[in-house]
């Protein structure tokens, strides 16, 4: 199969994503919410929202351009899947059969059905994947590897897979910066960035930057349109567990009823949890964030931080990644069309 035929499957695929009915798409949703419950049904529409996206014929051709694509080297591309946010691992597998290669999948326990029912859709629709599409018992005779899980798994990985070829991926957060002259329709955005997917993705934003002397408190009704995720029982479970260890230990907190705060330097916050931490001017900031870069995603931010030499999303973006934005920044698809 040449890079034409699996671009033409890649394009269909988007193709049938669009075409699903609401029927099908409801059953598809009730069927990943059995297996896990994080799963809702704006969880799932969006995650295939944002699959089709990548799926346009004038996207990939795009993407796909700066590489270059070798027959004669097919290899077995282990690929252990993350589980925080439905199909999160669509994208590798995306990367590995366009190069060329095999994949043998991992697919995390949380999240099987989806990413098995997408790979037989792209069978279905040319069948040569059924032999290139594996899910093998273990990843020992793939040839390379692509691991996402958090830092604790990486040490494993790395001890497991250190002898080939891999891309292996830690815990990462993103983060939101404030300047003080946020618009309201800013900030509801950034409630998308911070409340989309519960907070479970490694592009949620968990740690806000505002400069000092800013009321924080001011954010807070921008937010209140995603208050109905409270009644969410594991989001909410969440909120419980960690108001509660906050009282406890009598650490100074704001709580909005359905999404906790707390001044802290780390950058990945619990789930219902912000962490925020002011600065003086932009200059600390954008220091503060270059020290700190191999725990961040990706940072969301207005004209101010946008005027520095950070790489910036606007705000309610971050959960919409172009294609080539590639996982702590390394660029996926060439590394496999260079593996030899």
């Not at 051709?61 to 351009?65: A, E, F, N, R, T």
């Not at 290669?101 to 697919?107: A, N, R, Y």
């Not at 916050?269 to 900031?285: F, G, H, V």
């Given at each position: 199969?040449?890079?034409?035929?699996?671009?033409?499957?890649?394009?269909?695929?988007?193709?049938?994503i669009d075409s699903l009915t609401s029927t099908e798409t409801q059953i598809l949703c009730e069927n990943a919410n059995r297996q896990n419950k994080w799963f809702t049904e704006e969880s799932v529409t969006s995650a295939l929202k944002g699959i089709s996206k990548f799926l346009k014929k004038e996207v990939l051709?795009?993407?796909?351009?700066k590489y270059q694509f070798d027959q004669n080297d097919q290899k077995h591309v282990g690929i252990v899947m993350a589980g925080n946010i439905p199909m999160v691992g669509f994208h590798d597998l995306m990367c590995v059969?366009?190069?060329?290669?095999?994949?043998?999948?991992?697919?995390?326990?949380?999240?099987?059905?989806?990413?098995?029912?997408?790979?037989?859709w792209l069978s279905d629709i040319?069948?040569?994947?059924?032999?290139?599409?594996?899910?093998?018992?273990?990843?020992?005779?793939?040839?390379?590897?692509?691991?996402?899980?958090?830092?604790?798994?990486?040490?494993?990985?790395?001890?497991?897979?250190?002898?080939?070829?891999?891309?292996?991926?830690?815990?990462?957060?993103?983060?939101?910066?404030l300047d003080g002259n946020e618009t309201e329709e800013e900030l509801k955005s950034l409630g998308e960035d911070i409340f989309k997917y519960f907070g479970l993705g490694c592009r949620n934003v968990s740690k806000l930057f505002y400069p000092k002397g800013f009321d924080i408190t001011r954010i807070f009704p921008s937010?209140?349109?995603?208050?109905?995720i409270i009644h969410h029982h594991k989001y909410r479970n969440n909120y419980d567990y960690n108001?509660?260890?906050?009282?406890?230990?009598?650490?100074?907190?704001?709580?909005?009823?359905?999404?906790?705060?707390?001044?802290?330097?780390?950058?990945?916050?619990?789930?219902?949890?912000?962490?925020?931490?002011?600065?003086?001017?932009?200059?600390?900031?954008?220091s503060t964030i270059n020290q700190n870069a191999e725990k961040i995603q990706c940072i969301v931010g207005g004209e101010a931080i946008q005027n520095t030499s950070l790489e910036v999303f606007n705000f309610g973006e971050a959960q919409y990644p172009e294609v080539w934005d590639y996982a702590d920044g390394v660029d996926t698809m060439k590394f496999l069309t260079e593996l030899k």
């Open positions: 199969m040449n890079l034409q035929e699996r671009l033409s499957s890649f394009i269909q695929l988007g193709e049938k051709d795009q993407w796909l351009s059969l366009l190069s060329g290669h095999k994949g043998d999948i991992k697919p995390s326990s949380d999240d099987v059905f989806l990413i098995k029912t997408v790979s037989q040319n069948p040569q994947f059924q032999d290139l599409i594996l899910f093998p018992d273990s990843l020992k005779d793939s040839d390379a590897i692509i691991a996402t899980g958090s830092d604790n798994t990486a040490r494993y990985f790395e001890h497991y897979f250190g002898g080939k070829p891999n891309i292996i991926r830690k815990n990462r957060t993103s983060v939101g910066v937010f209140e349109p995603f208050e109905p108001k509660s260890i906050l009282l406890v230990n009598k650490e100074p907190h704001l709580d909005t009823g359905f999404l906790l705060t707390k001044e802290d330097e780390q950058f990945v916050s619990p789930i219902s949890m912000i962490y925020t931490q002011s600065y003086n001017d932009l200059a600390e900031l954008e």
